[in-house]
């Protein structure tokens, strides 16, 4: 009996005998090389815990990289006997105090192909282990739901945008179609004053919100006497500049009202 079918006879044990059936969310997600964790703490802070604990691996033949393999430059302690076999992987090489040093770094191993017996065998001569191992979290579950760890990363910054965004999404919709809803309310009520305002405007009914339109349409000049206080407010800040800037003409014609001049 594997592992996984072990981990899923026991939900189902523990839900026949409790009847809490959010557990059985969790059997979709046991399929292949996978554990559970169990914790009270903080899913966050456990998923980072979980993420530090990584183990070195070499570089077998026929595994496919997982990230670009790099030989760094430096001496390899290597006699130099196994010069030829830096040769054959085009890596410059030089003898240094009789040990075989490499002149600059060389990228052995691409990202997504698979390493070759001699790669292999240099990687394990030089004692680089470059490949590493270790947990990585697929799925969380929480109060019967299971969703993507992805979900940890979010702010309430980015709930609330996302928020947003689903709300307008729905007034739109709502106006769009007819169908009423609370958040195309507020939309609906505007819409609706446009449209009266419309109404009353080519027609003599009205209605005490319409007056003020009706009354700027007869006679353009208000739109002018509303807007006259603020040209107003902008004319007066002239003089005052001016009256800044003619101050130090004042200070020198009283010197000059003394009689001397500071050259006398």
Not at 1 to 21: C, W
Not at 80 to 106: M, W, Y
Not at 150 to 177: C, I, N, Q, R, Y
Not at 236 to 252: G, R
């Given at each position: ?59 077998r033949v026929g595994l496919v990289a997982p ?42 191993v691409h990202k997504g192909e698979k390493v ?149």
């Amino acid at each position: 009996m594997g592992k996984n079918t072990m981990m899923k006879r026991s939900i189902r044990i523990h839900v026949e005998k409790t009847g809490n059936q959010d557990f059985e969310q969790l059997l979709p997600a046991l399929v292949g090389n996978v554990g559970l964790i169990f914790t009270k703490g903080d899913l966050k802070e456990v998923r980072e815990e979980i993420g530090k604990y990584k183990v070195g691996a070499p570089a077998r033949v026929g595994l496919v990289a997982p990230i670009d393999v790099v030989v760094p430059r430096g001496n390899t302690g290597l006699d130099p006997s196994q010069t030829s076999f830096f040769q054959v992987l085009n890596i410059p090489t030089k003898i240094n105090k009789g040990t075989v040093e490499i002149i600059a770094p060389v990228e052995l191993v691409h990202k997504g192909e698979k390493v070759g017996s001699s790669k292999a065998a240099l990687l394990a001569k030089l004692g680089i282990r470059p490949f590493s191992y270790g947990l990585v979290v697929v799925n969380i579950y929480d109060s019967g739901s299971v969703f993507a760890p992805e979900v940890l990363d979010l702010t309430e910054d980015d709930l609330l945008d996302k928020f947003t965004a689903g709300v307008s999404t729905v007034a739109a919709v709502s106006l769009a179609t007819g169908y009423p809803t609370l958040a195309a309310a507020r939309h609906a009520f505007v819409n609706s004053y446009k449209n009266l305002l419309a109404i009353a405007v080519e027609t003599d009914y009205s209605f005490p919100l319409a007056e003020k339109t009706k009354e700027y349409l007869k006679d353009p000049s208000k739109f002018a006497v509303a807007a006259a206080p603020a040209s107003t407010e902008l004319v007066s800040v002239a003089p005052t500049a001016a009256k800044e800037e003619e101050k130090p003409e004042e200070k020198e014609e009283s010197d000059d009202d003394m009689g001397f001049s500071l050259f006398d």
